[in-house]
Every structure is written in C-alpha cells, then in structure tokens.
C-alpha cells in the first residue's frame, strides 16, 4: 500500500451537516493537496502543506472549510454546515519535498460527497 | 487568477484516428504537467515540460510547450480504447512549483 489512500470513498450528507474527509499521503512525502472536482470536469486547488511551513489556503472557497496536518503526516478536510454544492469529489495527493522544480503530484482516488 | 483553457472539451473518435488536444493560457507558466484520469481513480501524471519550445513523446503521446509557455498541445497517433479517460493540463506559475492550476479538462472516448 504505497499510494495515497482517502477515506471514506463515498459519503452522502444531509444539508447543514458537518463532514470530516482523511487523506493518508505517500510516506515520506512532505507536500500534501486538497483539490475539489466537479462532474468530471478540471481541478480546484483548495489547500497546500509543506512541511511545517504555515499551510496556504488561498483556495478554500469559504470559511467552512478547514483542514489540518497532522505531525506532517495524515490530513483531514472538514466541511461545515454542507450546502449542496458542496457535492464533488475531492482529492488528495502528495508530492516530495517541493523545490524550484515541479514535483510530481500522486493522487488518491478520491471521497465522493453527496450532499442532499 | 490564472485560467487554463482546454480544448476541446469533448472528444469520441474511432480506433485508429489521431487526436490533439489543447491547453492554452494568457499567462505563462514556468512548467506544466499532464495529467490523464480515469472514472473512480486520481489523476496520473504523464509528462513534465519546463523548457518553451519542448517536444516530449511518449510512446504514441507526443506533447508539446509552446514557445511562450502560455500554452501546450498533446496529440495522440492511432488512439486505442485504452486511450479513453479525462486529460487535464496543469500549470506552474513562476515561483510556484508546488502550487498547480489545472485545466479545465478534456475528455476523451475512444471505440472500437
């Protein structure tokens, strides 16, 4: 198991709800990415971490999403008080130690929320 | 906000026949990926191109980044079923590498 690993793979909410999406990075990698993903279509950067560096969230759409890093390993998105557009899939995926080249990104396959 | 245009957005061709998709920008970019995604699954990097002017083949995938970096083409040559998925471009701004902006996405059927 050495991929990236997101859990759960599927979650259907009810609106106003709040919900908790885990992302299991490659280990050793340091760089960690949330991304939304709306029917099918290109990906919406949300978050970034790198190492202990201070996260950059200048993707988060509003201020019901957060996410946190913990000891530079594990990630969990939270989404409060769902709205239904909030239904995508999201993604997770991590990179090695970010540097002036553009390091490849391995995805995890990804939570599919629905929200109703 | 950086924008990556794909085109075009969707593509069935025959077995066979060749194939080239789009990415295009305003502004440059000091790398760009491309990324193929199948249903249920991550998208899977297929190359990285950071010189302008690049061509990058792979097997019957050739990609090109054009002299300006503000925009890039993949073509395909006799496209097999296995071909079929969502492609997506990806960009580095300058100073940057870690932060991608991602293209809106081509997708790509290919049948027997």
């Known amino acids: 198991g050495a991929g990236v690993s997101q859990s759960p793979s599927n979650k259907v909410t009810e609106k106003g709800k709040d919900v908790e999406l885990r992302c299991d990075p490659i280990s050793g990698h340091t760089a960690l990415y949330w991304y939304r993903q709306s029917l099918g279509q290109g990906l919406e950067f949300l978050i970034y971490f790198q190492g202990n560096s201070a996260p950059d969230k200048s993707g988060l759409p509003s201020d019901r999403f957060s996410a946190e890093r913990t000891g530079g390993s594990v990630s969990t998105l939270t989404i409060q008080r769902t709205q239904q557009e909030d239904s995508a899939v999201y993604l997770c995926?991590?990179?090695?130690?970010?540097?002036?080249?553009?390091?490849?990104?391995?995805f995890g396959p990804g939570t599919r929320l629905l929200v109703l | 906000t950086q924008l990556l245009e794909q085109s075009p957005q969707f593509l069935s061709i025959q077995e066979g026949e060749n194939l080239t998709v789009y990415c295009n920008s305003s502004s440059v970019f000091s790398s760009l990926q491309w990324y193929r995604q199948e249903p249920g699954e991550g998208p899977v990097l297929l190359v990285t191109v950071v010189t302008g002017g690049e061509v990058k083949k792979l097997k019957r995938l050739t990609f090109q980044f054009g002299d300006a970096r503000k925009d890039s083409s993949l073509h395909i040559t006799a496209a097999q079923p296995g071909d079929t998925g969502l492609y997506l471009c990806a960009g580095a701004a300058t100073g940057t590498a870690s932060k991608l902006t991602f293209g809106t996405g081509t997708r790509l059927q290919v049948t027997l």
């Open positions: 995926a991590s990179s090695p130690v970010a540097g002036g080249i553009l390091q490849t990104q391995y």
